[in-house]
């Protein structure tokens, strides 16, 4: 039995790193449930006040908002899976595959917004490709199929699961190690629950999966559960992907450090204004004062004395709340979005609409390469998936690259002229109808996507060979 425990030097420097994060991205009970990580003590803090301190905790969650923004705004559109082949087996698979790609309902889409989220949370998201496992071997396609084996489905992992792994020459996964840990219900009637930890193990060619009962704790005893050969053995390759942006597009590793600079002044600002509402009463006197001052008593006063309140002047606190706008367009600057910032520092001049439009164009520059590493990780998994299961057919990702939904008109005005300029080619005419279609029917299910695909082909091809190659150009 292997020993799947041990961690990855990168790993463990990491994880408390990523649990940081998730923290701030999260925001609300998580993070004021472990606050005491994040709000700093002052010097010599009485413990007593530092602990009525984090009792009125709270937490302005801007990056976490930023983050859901891009992801949103990414996805307004889903991606367009244009399939190339003749397999109709292969094309129905791709089109149940593109509304329910983890058994459990997901659409396609929705599952690699959720790895794109990881991304910019962590730095990059995990999912694995895995097949149903039968209690025996078909012995051909046919069986397979209808043993439903052949079923490909994706799993979704945090890189913090990913405990332990390996490269070889060529810079791929030659093993990898994955921990998981949920709660399960013990012995039925004793409503009793305990943890269950699972190191999952792959390499090129074969699983193992190892199970305990407790904390997961490194050296407790494991047994294993499952052992074989995984779904891409044959291409020899490792089942297990990620979805990466580069340490320039890694927004909360880029506004960590400023939204806990934001957290701890906005506490501390908001400390001392709960401080300054209750005033510390102040007697000018020459005399010794021994009497009780509260709300129930009163006190008595000589022909010289003078009676006051402490009262703060202000000047820090202004000084603290244009610190706190500084800091916020500062995560907005550095997430490439200023024009999101609801506001610039104080006193500054309002921005033009030109010089906003000009600022949103680097806005959408990112979107593009978050499209772009999108698409890259969708394509490679998909044909990863085909050559597994030996379809002919080949998957290739387009869209996510159009963040302003406007009039249609525009776009099929766009087309008219692409068409009219009569360059003659038949696959030009097809691509362009194909996406046409496409954009106007983005919600549509794939299935339907296809057979539009399919129709405007076969339209375009009789077209064609009734009436010539210069009738279809006119």
Not at 353 to 367: C, H, N, P
């Amino acid at each position: 039995m292997r020993d799947l425990q041990r961690e990855h030097p990168e790993y463990v420097a990491r994880k408390t790193m990523w649990q940081t994060y998730r923290d701030l991205y999260a925001g609300g009970e998580q993070f004021k449930s472990r606050a005491g990580l994040y709000l700093i003590p002052r010097q010599k803090e009485p413990m007593a006040v530092y602990q009525e301190r984090l009792a009125r905790v709270f937490y302005e969650n801007y990056v976490g908002s930023i983050i859901d923004w891009y992801a949103a705004t990414l996805f307004r559109r889903e991606p367009i899976l244009v399939l190339e082949g003749e397999d109709a087996a292969g094309r129905e698979f791709f089109s149940v595959l593109a509304e329910d790609c983890d058994r459990r309902g997901t659409a396609l889409s929705d599952f690699f917004r959720r790895l794109l989220v990881d991304a910019l949370v962590v730095g990059k998201g995990l999912v694995a490709v895995d097949f149903p496992r039968g209690d025996r071997l078909p012995g051909n396609r046919a069986e397979e199929e209808a043993l439903g084996l052949s079923r490909a489905y994706l799993v979704r992992y945090a890189a913090e699961e990913l405990i332990n792994w390996s490269y070889d020459e060529e810079g791929n996964y030659e093993w990898v190690v994955l921990r998981t840990s949920y709660l399960r219900q013990g012995e039925p009637g004793r409503g009793d629950w305990v943890r269950e930890t699972r190191w999952i193990y792959y390499d090129k060619e074969n699983y193992e999966i190892q199970r305990a009962t407790g904390e997961g704790s490194a050296g407790e005893r494991a047994e294993v559960v499952a052992a074989g050969r995984h779904g891409l053995w044959a291409l020899r390759q490792v089942p297990l992907f990620e979805l990466k942006v580069s340490e320039g597009l890694w927004l909360m590793n880029k506004a960590a450090l400023l939204q806990l600079e934001h957290f701890n002044k906005s506490n501390a600002l908001s400390w001392a204004l709960t401080m300054g509402l209750f005033a510390m009463p102040v007697v000018y006197s020459e005399r010794d004062f021994r009497q009780v001052v509260g709300e129930s008593y009163y006190i008595q006063l000589g022909p010289e004395d003078r009676f006051g309140w402490t009262e703060p002047e202000g000047k820090v606190y202004q000084i603290a709340m244009d610190n706190l706008i500084r800091l916020k367009d500062e995560i907005y600057r550095v997430c490439y979005l200023m024009t999101q910032a609801g506001g610039g520092l104080a006193g500054t001049v309002p921005q033009s609409g030109l010089s906003k439009q000009r600022d949103f164009t680097i806005t959408q520059e990112v979107l593009r390469a978050y499209g772009d590493a999108v698409k890259d990780a969708m394509k490679r998994v998909l044909n990863t998936i085909a050559a597994a299961r030996q379809d002919g057919v080949r998957v290739g990702v387009s869209g996510l690259d159009e963040f302003d939904i406007g009039d249609f008109r525009a776009e099929l005005e766009d087309a008219e002229r692409l068409l009219a300029l009569g360059a003659g080619s038949k696959t030009l005419r097809k691509e362009v109808l194909r996406r046409l279609a496409f954009k106007y029917l983005c919600d549509a299910r794939q299935e339907v996507k296809e057979r539009i695909a399919q129709e405007i082909e076969e339209e375009i091809e009789g077209m064609q060979g009734k009436f010539g190659e210069k009738e279809v150009r006119k």
